[in-house]
């Protein structure tokens, strides 16, 4: 029996900013950040997951070996550590090929399911939705299969399952698409499911891609209700089942839930203009998954205590911890950030290893990768001021890691009425970094930065009011 892979993109459209896409596995909670950033609104404590502000933007690792899907990158921020100063950082880098060839990746079914009920009127989200969908048929190939369903308070099939090479036909059915009334998201992702068994093939990427603002109302609303009505699709079939989440409004909170099941992914993409850069340029990302069931275990010696893991939802276990990933498409990069602690080290090094274990779909078989790294306690007056972030590398993705911990700790505050607290974070996070990076500039980590800065002049403004 098969497992079912379930994989959400989800992509908001606004109308500011500007995000090159697909360059980390997932960057929903950073993009929505920014969305709630540009119109002055606090996020909730859900909407920050930190995972996806570290994966936000590109990373600098080694790519795979001649002959791999997947690279493995283990590094201390510095491989010594101070008596007096003994924290030490763990990154943990992933990176994926590109393909830069799409003639290259295997046929695609895929069926396209697009709403069009009254809420995608807002800020013109149905034409921005249907240029999109027009950029991304249009990189189809002959040899791939593609239906569309449209839904509003009912689904409908508006173009069967047929051969993408037919172009004409189908960007006239995409512009004919008009408004209509509530909305039944789930009805149209089973029409959506029906559509694209019909062209069904375990050798090729079966897929669902859902153009939406969740904005559901009507039908099936509850998204675990949502899941188990779909069991039936998911026994016996791989059907990856992509999210396109469009406007300011979009229900991320639903996403969120649905996203929670599997193995499923979520992007936000924060400009209308970023969604065609991902149908056009980065096609090949989001229609050519390359590993399935990705878990990242690490073990650590004694002398070694793990502070905190920036994200995720890892298992732990006696010096060692593990990570279900998410499933890895091509050109993806992504890293996990660690803090450590050396207590009482009984040898001169301390070894921590890392295993990524994943189904390689080319090969057709579980790969397992290995690293092992030392960390060198020293001795001696002389190191009391070391430098636990020498690697820029990793000192950038642990700023980053840590303004988003900030982020956490400011909505949760904000959330229970301590206002004044989350402004004190992010008063004494914003001063550290600007501490840090004194007499450097980082692009990534000025990106933050600013979201950090407008959310303090919002906290101020809410003060001023009261």
Same mark, same amino acid.
């Given at each position: 029996?098969?497992?079912?892979?379930?994989?959400?993109?989800?992509?908001?459209?606004?109308?500011?900013?500007?995000?090159?896409?697909?360059?980390?596995?997932?960057?929903?909670?950073?993009?929505?950040?920014?969305?709630?950033?540009?119109?002055?609104?606090?996020?909730?404590?859900?909407?920050?997951?930190?995972?996806?502000?570290?994966?936000?933007?590109?990373?600098?690792?080694?790519?795979?070996?001649?002959?791999?899907?997947?690279?493995?990158?283990?590094?201390?921020?510095?491989?010594?550590?101070?008596?007096?100063?003994?924290?030490?950082?763990?990154?943990?880098?992933?990176?994926?090929?590109?393909?830069?060839?799409?003639?290259?990746?295997?046929?695609?079914?895929?069926?396209?399911?697009?709403?069009?009920?009254?809420?995608?009127?807002?800020?013109?989200?149905?034409?921005?939705?249907?240029?999109?969908?027009?950029?991304?048929?249009?990189?189809?190939?002959?040899?791939?299969?593609?239906?569309?369903?449209?839904?509003?308070?009912?689904?409908?099939?508006?173009?069967?399952?047929?051969?993408?090479?037919?172009?004409?036909?189908?960007?006239?059915?995409?512009?004919?698409?008009?408004?209509?009334?509530?909305?039944?998201?789930?009805?149209?992702?089973?029409?959506?499911?029906?559509?694209?068994?019909?062209?069904?093939?375990?050798?090729?990427?079966?897929?669902?891609?859902?153009?939406?603002?969740?904005?559901?109302?009507?039908?099936?609303?509850?998204?675990?209700?949502?899941?188990?009505?779909?069991?039936?699709?998911?026994?016996?079939?791989?059907?990856?089942?992509?999210?396109?989440?469009?406007?300011?409004?979009?229900?991320?909170?639903?996403?969120?839930?649905?996203?929670?099941?599997?193995?499923?992914?979520?992007?936000?993409?924060?400009?209308?203009?970023?969604?065609?850069?991902?149908?056009?340029?980065?096609?090949?990302?989001?229609?050519?998954?390359?590993?399935?069931?990705?878990?990242?275990?690490?073990?650590?010696?004694?002398?070694?205590?793990?502070?905190?893991?920036?994200?995720?939802?890892?298992?732990?276990?006696?010096?060692?911890?593990?990570?279900?990933?998410?499933?890895?498409?091509?050109?993806?990069?992504?890293?996990?950030?660690?803090?450590?602690?050396?207590?009482?080290?009984?040898?001169?090094?301390?070894?921590?290893?890392?295993?990524?274990?994943? /189904?390689?779909?080319? @090969?057709?078989?579980? *790969?397992?990768?290995?690293? +092992? $790294?030392?960390? #060198?306690?020293?001795?001696?007056? &002389?190191?009391?001021?070391?430098?636990?972030?020498?690697?820029?590398?990793?000192?950038?993705?642990?700023?980053?890691?840590?303004?988003?911990?900030?982020?956490?700790?400011?909505?949760?505050?904000?959330?229970?009425?301590?206002?004044?607290?989350?402004?004190?974070?992010?008063?004494?996070?914003?001063?550290?970094?600007?501490?840090? /990076?004194?007499?450097? @500039?980082?692009?990534? *980590?000025?990106?933050?930065? +600013? $979201?950090?800065? #407008?959310?303090?002049?919002?906290? &101020?403004?809410?003060?001023?009011?009261?």
């Amino acid at each position: 029996m098969k497992k079912l892979t379930l994989l959400i993109l989800v992509i908001t459209i606004s109308l500011q900013g500007k995000l090159s896409a697909q360059e980390g596995y997932s960057s929903a909670s950073m993009s929505m950040s920014q969305q709630k950033c540009d119109h002055a609104i606090i996020p909730t404590p859900q909407e920050v997951v930190l995972e996806e502000y570290i994966n936000y933007h590109r990373h600098n690792i080694p790519q795979p070996e001649k002959g791999r899907a997947v690279a493995l990158d283990a590094r201390w921020g510095n491989p010594s550590v101070s008596p007096l100063s003994p924290d030490a950082v763990l990154q943990i880098g992933l990176t994926t090929n590109r393909i830069f060839d799409y003639t290259e990746v295997a046929p695609v079914n895929v069926s396209l399911v697009i709403d069009k009920s009254g809420s995608m009127r807002e800020d013109n989200k149905l034409e921005k939705t249907k240029e999109a969908m027009i950029a991304f048929v249009q990189k189809l190939r002959a040899q791939d299969r593609v239906s569309i369903v449209t839904f509003d308070h009912v689904a409908t099939v508006v173009l069967e399952a047929q051969s993408a090479g037919n172009l004409k036909v189908i960007e006239s059915v995409i512009k004919n698409i008009r408004l209509g009334g509530s909305t039944n998201m789930y009805d149209g992702i089973r029409m959506s499911y029906e559509e694209t068994l019909k062209n069904y093939k375990a050798d090729q990427t079966n897929r669902i891609i859902v153009l939406t603002d969740a904005m559901t109302n009507t039908g099936v609303v509850d998204p675990e209700e949502m899941i188990t009505k779909s069991e039936k699709y998911h026994k016996d079939y791989e059907i990856d089942f992509v999210m396109i989440g469009v406007g300011v409004d979009f229900n991320y909170a639903l996403t969120r839930q649905i996203a929670d099941n599997g193995k499923n992914q979520i992007h936000f993409i924060h400009n209308s203009d970023d969604i065609k850069k991902v149908f056009i340029d980065e096609v090949s990302a989001i229609l050519s998954p390359v590993a399935k069931n990705p878990v990242l275990e690490v073990t650590f010696e004694e002398g070694l205590e793990l502070e905190r893991l920036y994200g995720y939802q890892p298992r732990h276990g006696n010096q060692k911890f593990s990570i279900d990933l998410k499933n890895m498409n091509a050109g993806l990069t992504q890293v996990v950030m660690a803090k450590f602690k050396v207590v009482n080290p009984k040898h001169e090094h301390l070894c921590l290893r890392a295993k990524l274990t994943y /189904y390689d779909i080319q @090969k057709r078989e579980t *790969v397992t990768l290995k690293q +092992k $790294i030392e960390l #060198t306690p020293l001795s001696g007056w &002389q190191n009391e001021a070391l430098n636990p972030l020498v690697d820029l590398e990793v000192k950038k993705n642990y700023t980053i890691a840590e303004m988003a911990l900030c982020l956490k700790d400011m909505a949760d505050a904000f959330a229970i009425n301590k206002a004044c607290v989350a402004r004190r974070t992010l008063d004494e996070t914003i001063q550290q970094v600007n501490s840090e /990076y004194a007499n450097e @500039k980082d692009t990534d *980590v000025q990106y933050m930065l +600013k $979201i950090l800065e #407008t959310y303090v002049g919002r906290l &101020q403004l809410l003060a001023n009011n009261d």
